[in-house]
Nanobody, 120 residues
């Protein structure tokens, strides 16, 4: 069984920074694309950033230049460094990963979500 365990959310003032982490646990053979998504109240879940196993990244236009996605393949962990946070970044952030277990093809997994609130 594979689980994605997130940490690092919280309350921060506008202009501040937060770092989210997401660790994949369980019987893991390989992880392909990892990503972060977010969902604000009353809105659909949207892509924030993705990173491939070789380090290629992709960002939503709204976070380019402010957020940085990274990963540690040895620890099966991804990170989202969020700088210059704005109130409109307030949302529940979810990590996502395509994970292959031994003897199986890739399946897609979601974390439980972590709240990020940007406010005075």
């Amino acid at each position: 069984q594979v689980q994605l365990v997130e940490s690092g959310g919280g309350l921060v003032q506008p202009g501040g920074s937060l770092r989210l982490s997401c660790a994949a646990t369980g019987s893991i053979f390989r992880i392909n694309v990892m990503g972060w998504y977010r969902q604000a109240p009353g809105k659909q879940r949207e892509l924030v950033a993705t990173i491939t196993s070789t380090g290629s990244t992709n960002y939503a236009d709204s976070v380019k230049g402010r957020f940085t996605i990274s990963r540690d393949n040895y620890k099966n962990t991804e990170y989202l460094q969020m700088n210059s946070l704005k109130p409109e970044d307030t949302a529940v952030y979810y990590c996502n990963a395509d994970v292959a277990q031994h003897g199986s093809w890739y399946s897609n997994y979601w974390g439980q979500g972590t709240q990020v609130t940007v406010s005075f």
